[in-house]
């Protein structure tokens, strides 16, 4: 079962209120000991490493609340420090929207969070089985046969009052979906769409075959319909195809068509089994998708222990449906089940591995903060941090063209794009944060955009700008709440710059960076006189 949504964390501003300077005094830089409150969030330094509790409690008066109401239930490790989160609870049952959080930083504790609730309430004396709440949620539905279901009890505040509820969540033919279930007597309360798209309609590429030619003008073959016949007349097509490593899968699963190895779980297209060492499938296979996603999503996780140092970013078996699954043409991330699902229509998905890596960055944020997204510019965010780790990580490897690396998932966007050059999104686009249209794929691009732009100056390779930027950008994530926007983000990464640059000298260099282009994006960051690279 995955860790519930719980919410958290994070450092906006280090600055109980911006400071009065003149124009020829720098700005005190990331470790000024002052505190803040700000909406639950006591930010600076706040005195040596302690447990939890024993944080929540000291602070507990500045933030105005009862830290014995709140329980810690996650600990995580990351290259700055240490992450704990929790929420209100009540009789042992957690509240739903009220979250704890203390994080510490070079054994000083810089940040405390506590947000609890003035509903009222307990949960009921005899509440319905989680099997008895998943069974109203599926005869709802119809649902005969579903692909995933899972639930959690919370209290959910709903005017004024602690409601007892089991929160469903469940994936079948044409459902993603969460559903708040009374734990009195399993009635239904309150249902929401869970997919998280890639927009795309999108297989062994590594990460597609424009983006390692150069092709702009190749094409998969449609039927008159429009529908993906899977297979192509552009002969260059199979050129691009390249012998990747399936590892460590487990192998009478696999006879049974589910791949599963220690970073991923596939649900794929039939029964695979290798054959003198070498899974017999082709392109126009429907276990071809469940490949690419087995290969890519376990390929990232090694990438991120073994060369990015970091072995607790989403390091668990994603559960991924890499099968046509009618209702589904679109991609998307569900976060109650924690699963991913491609799409199939046009060119299937998986046959792209930036949307599987796009995709993934769904998860990964979600490990990090669950919950992630509770903003626009959260949502935003996530939408801009699964481009740009797509293009960020393939821009390591040497066979891809460097002119497609700023354009996102081409292959998938060939079915329904009639650009010469097909893009789903861009990462050079002309945006800035002046060009915010509140939707979330429109508003990614100015974040990807801002994190490619950061990139660009930490290193002097694509590997070692690629190394250097996702160890910052992922370390930065565990100390951000879930309610996170681009001015919170940009802080969390000046907040943590000194953990992962390799020396001071770098660290400032980099922090200049960072605010550069926060000020050429026109960012929402607060003024640094005296802070800048001079590009």
Known sequence: ????????LLVLTMLAAPLAVSADQPIARRGAAVEEVREGLLIGDLGPATAPEAALAAAADRLGV????????????????????????????AVDGTAAAVHVIDGRIVTVEARDTDAVGAPVADPVAAEVAEAAVLGHFGITEAIAVDSERLLVPTDGVLVDTWRVGVVAAGVATTVDVSAADASILELSDDRRFAEAVATLFAPNPIATSGHI?????VDIAGV????TTDERVAEELRDLPILDFDLPRAAAGNLVGPWVDVIGGGPMVPVLDRFDVSKTDPRFEGLMAYHHIDAIQRYFQDVLGMDNVNAEAQLTVALPVMGFDNSFYQPANDLVLFGAGG???????????HELGHAIHDDQVPGWGGSAEGGAMGEGFGDFLAATYFATFDDTVRTQDTCLMEWDSTSYSSEEQTCIRRMDTAKTYADKVNQVHADGEIWSKFLWNVREHLGTTEAERSANVLRWLLTAHFSMSDRADFAEAIRALELTVDA?????????????????????????????????TGS
């Open 500 to 532: 992962v640059a390799p020396d001071a000298d770098t660290a400032a260099e980099w922090d200049a960076v960072l605010y550069d282009e926060a000020v050429a994006m026109g960012m929402p960051i607060a003024a640094r006189p005296g802070i800048s």
């Open 217 to 221: 003008d190749m094409r998969q073959d």
């Open 228 to 231: 993906d016949v899977d297979y």
């Open 1 to 8: 079962m995955r860790i519930p949504p719980i919410v958290l």
């Open 347 to 357: 060119v299937d998905d998986g046959e792209d591995a930036e949307v599987i890596i």
């Open 66 to 93: 009862d830290a014995a109401a709140f329980a810690f239930d996650f600990h995580r490790t990351s290259l700055a420090g240490e992450h704990f989160r929790g929420r209100q609870v009540v009789n042992g049952v």
